[in-house]
């Protein structure tokens, strides 16, 4: 059984479904820079109009009553709200916006789930440096702080940063995300790090400020996949496996949930590496100073995006100083797992369980909330979507067993995503939503998937379980 106020979502991020990239004072993010580069996305796609919830919110309110939601999860666009990243000049259509968006929601009885940061660093703050300079801690904190100050009378769970693991490495050393960087060994290193400068920053600036009157709560969204040895009988993938982990889930979680310093298996991993390929710099993996604000101790919940689960075996060192390298773990998938639209998304709610377990015993029980947990389809118009179905009935059978059986604490559970968007580099070729929408339409038409009927009826059930 769910508890009562247990938070049925879904979610969305501003680049994504906004679209309006130059409206009424919007100043430019990396992605819409990204975008408008030749062959960074398929088929050159971009969110200039993507969802265009900047002028269609009304309909999305709609969808979001259409599901019965009691909590939606969005997020900021920081260079709508301070066009060039800074607090010296605020876009007021921008506050004006999200104050409707939030406004409206309440009067709906929706409780708002709100993201500073999902991936859309204004340019004018990348153009001195963005997530590789330590200046960009303090901007990103008075962003926060601007936030807090304007809407955090009325929103009560903040997420910092989305996905810090996602942009640094996809975005600074893959080089497939926005700002397409490939500078392999370092820079993603030093960038997570400054995402969990910042993070932490903000988070202490919501404690000491806001918290006694607003008393909200604040965390950092950390993805990551269900990972196990590939054969449980063998050191060497027991010992990947563990890497593999330190580089994902424990990256961002150790620091905040653990010890206050990255776990030690990774930062052994990146020195060993370091030596092997005759590296006599320090390490590669930067150090906390103790004269900054603590990083342990900054989450009020753990905040989670999950999607698939992979087997892991030793192997991945490719003989460069580069984090493949230094992980130096080789994710497999098991033939028995099926594959959803796209190729990296195998269906494992199965994984889900496990990883909420793995949460519970590490991280010493923490309230847990699923930030993203969704199924993408390839393609056009598929109304009935009958595996995205199954996917949710499965996941959500599989969470609560683990709330159950398991005893973890679950709090809430936010299906990725409402809409069907603008997949980043995969553009809108992927569709992840709820809602159908026709990118071919001028009015960006909206029609329920099945699966959004399916995830309504369950959202129903539960309610009723308890009502009665
Ligand atoms: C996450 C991201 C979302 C969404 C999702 C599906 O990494 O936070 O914005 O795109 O993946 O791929």
Redesign the pocket.
Known sequence: MFSRDFAWGAGS?AY?IEGGWQSDGKGPSIWDTFCHEKGKVFQEHNGDVACNSYELWDKDLECIQQLGLTHYRLSLSWARLLPDGTTRHVNQKGVQYYNKVIDDLLACNVSPMVTLY?FDLPQALQDQGGWKSAGIATLFDSYAKFCFETFGDRVKLWLTV??PR?CAKMGHEDGIHAPGLKELGTTAYLVGHNMLRAHAMAWHTYNSFYRPKQKGAVSLAI?SDWLEPLNPGCKEDIAATERDLAFTLQWFAWPVFVTGDYPEVMRSAIDTQSEKMGYSGSSRLPRFSKDEPAILGTADFFAL?YYTSRKVKAGGDCGQMCMRSDQNAEEVLDPSWPISGVFWLAVVPTGLRKLLKYIKDTFNNPPVYIT?S?FSQVGPLQIKDVQRCEFYRDTILEMAKAIEEDGVNVRGYFA?SLLDNF??TDGYSVR?GLFHVDFSDAMRSRTIYMSGEEYAKIIIKHKSAIDN
Request: hydrophobic share 35%; aromatic share 22%.
């Open positions: 991020a994504q999902h989305n996905e996602v993805n995006n993203e969704g990725w997949e980043w992840f």
